[in-house]
């Protein structure tokens, strides 16, 4: 069932290394009305990584069964959710981004109305030169991430804007905010 309203539901995507949050971050900083979604992730609450909400599986199961999450995924060994209260928000004319995982595109897709997805790109010298510097992996962790930066998205997506963040990240935000323009938004 797709949400109704007027909300943007931006959905950036990328590969490890790409600066997804730090894109979010900035475009925040510069648009401080749009809305970062927080993700339920089963991780440490101590773990390096972006700002989430920290669970341990049991409570991130209950949470699923009990209808909880707007989404909810697996990747590299971790179970990720998008908290229900998104969608109300959505509901209420918000425009809202969200670090999704490719998996999950055609659901977003098909559960939300207004779906853009923001594909980051950058070359994969700079992305491991990026995963080196973040510390989080040892080189043959890395060696993966990078083998699976080429993946395409799934096909049936309706929006969808490439946009490569190897450069200054105020670039990156820029090409962003002017595809955000009302004009651009049936591109």
């Given at each position: 069932m797709?949400?109704t309203?007027?909300?943007r539901?931006?959905?950036?995507?990328?590969p490890?290394?790409?600066?997804?949050?730090?894109?979010?971050?900035?475009?925040?900083?510069?648009?401080?009305e749009?809305?970062?979604?927080r993700?339920?992730?089963t991780?440490?609450?101590?773990?390096?990584?972006?700002?989430?909400i920290?669970v341990?599986?049991?409570?991130?199961?209950?949470?699923?069964?009990?209808?909880?999450?707007?989404?909810?995924?697996?990747?590299h060994?971790?179970r990720?959710?998008?908290?229900?209260?998104a969608?109300?928000?959505?509901?209420?004319?918000?425009?809202?981004?969200?670090?999704?995982?490719?998996?999950?595109?055609?659901?977003?897709?098909?559960?939300?109305?207004?779906?853009?997805?923001?594909?980051?790109?950058?070359?994969?010298?700079?992305?491991?030169?990026?995963?080196?510097?973040?510390?989080?992996?040892?080189?043959?962790?890395?060696?993966?991430?990078?083998?699976?930066?080429?993946?395409?998205?799934?096909?049936?997506?309706?929006?969808?804007?490439?946009?490569?963040?190897a450069?200054?990240l105020?670039?990156t935000?820029?090409?962003?905010?002017?595809?955000?323009?009302?004009?651009?938004?049936?591109?």
């Amino acid at each position: 069932m797709s949400t109704t309203g007027s909300g943007r539901f931006l959905a950036v995507v990328g590969p490890s290394g790409v600066g997804k949050d730090s894109v979010m971050a900035a475009l925040v900083t510069v648009k401080p009305e749009i809305g970062i979604v927080r993700r339920v992730i089963t991780r440490g609450s101590g773990e390096i990584g972006e700002e989430s909400i920290s669970v341990d599986g049991a409570t991130f199961e209950t949470m699923a069964n009990e209808g909880r999450f707007l989404l909810h995924w697996e990747a590299h060994g971790l179970r990720y959710g998008i908290p229900i209260q998104a969608r109300h928000e959505l509901q209420a004319g918000q425009t809202l981004l969200v670090n999704l995982s490719r998996s999950v595109l055609l659901e977003a897709q098909a559960r939300v109305a207004h779906l853009t997805v923001i594909k980051l790109t950058a070359p994969s010298g700079v992305l491991a030169e990026r995963l080196v510097q973040r510390g989080r992996e040892n080189a043959a962790a890395i060696e993966k991430r990078l083998a699976r930066a080429e993946r395409a998205l799934p096909d049936g997506l309706q929006h969808v804007w490439e946009v490569s963040n190897a450069g200054a990240l105020s670039n990156t935000v820029q090409t962003i905010l002017d595809l955000l323009q009302p004009e651009s938004a049936l591109r």
